[in-house]
T-cell receptor, first 115, second 112 residues
Framework: RKEVEQDPGPFNVPEGATVAFNCTYSNSASQSFFWYRQDCRKEPKLLMSVYSSGNEDGRFTAQLNRASQYISLLIRDSKLSDSATYLCVVNPVRAGGTSYGKLTFGQGTILTVHP | EPEVTQTPSHQVTQMGQEVILRCVPISNHLYFYWYRQILGQKVEFLVSFYNNEISEKSEIFDDQFSVERPDGSNFTLKIRSTKLEDSAMYFC??????????FGSGTRLTVV
């Protein structure tokens, strides 16, 4: 099983649509979870951290289900500028419980928002 | 806003040559990282560096790779004898906490 698995898409949606991305992770001891955004040939940029209680940042809502090892991202009222690759990212924990901040990335889900 | 600076932005090298990729992390950050992304593939962890030593490295980070923080500001990744499959984007990152990653804009390495 891949450490972090995402549906690669692509998702093609019209402006204003709501779109949801899903992600699963294999390391049940993982500590921290994130959604990053990556534009073509650019560096990943943090979109939002994901907390067990679920969290929202404007049009973006993230959910975490530790029991199912499942993370989701919901984007409401899509904008053209939301077109990018969305990366599900996990901070795994090494055997022994230490973490030096290493991130494990999913393959990414490509989103294209069209007029 | 503080940023992580990487140079060069693009490097072309011949197979078998040594390359050094340079990074200037954010000054008060304590943890430093190198990641790579082969075109069309996912971002992969290479190495983490803390307190002037490697704290973790991946299987990719073999004897051909080394990292150094030579002067308290720069953080370098050296590939001793490049192979075609080393062609990728290499991203440097630094953090205070895992919730505060700052990635550099990357160095595109092309091995010919």
């Amino acid at each position: 099983r891949k450490e972090v698995e995402q549906d690669p898409g692509p998702f093609n949606v019209p402006e204003g649509a709501t779109v949801a991305f899903n992600c699963t992770y294999s390391n049940s001891a993982s500590q921290s979870f994130f959604w990053y955004r990556q534009d073509c040939r650019k560096e990943p940029k943090l979109l939002m951290s994901v907390y067990s209680s679920g969290n929202e940042d404007g049009r973006f809502t993230a959910q975490l289900n530790r029991a199912s090892q499942y993370i989701s991202l919901l984007i409401r009222d899509s904008k053209l500028s939301d077109s990018a690759t969305y990366l599900c990212v996990v901070n795994p924990v090494r055997a022994g419980g230490t973490s030096y901040g290493k991130l494990t990335f999913g393959q990414g889900t490509i989103l294209t928002v069209h007029p | 806003e503080p940023e992580v600076t990487q140079t060069p932005s693009h490097q072309v090298t011949q197979m078998g040559q040594e390359v050094i990729l340079r990074c200037v992390p954010i000054s008060n950050h304590l943890y430093f990282y190198w990641y790579r992304q082969i075109l069309g593939q996912k971002v992969e962890f290479l190495v983490s560096f803390y307190n002037n030593e490697i704290s973790e490295k991946s299987e990719i980070f073999d004897d051909q790779f080394s990292v150094e923080r030579p002067d308290g500001s720069n953080f370098t990744l050296k590939i001793r004898s490049t192979k075609l499959e080393d062609s990728a984007m290499y991203f440097c990152a630094s953090i205070e906490t895992v919730h505060g990653y700052t990635f550099g804009s990357g160095t595109r390495l092309t091995v010919v």
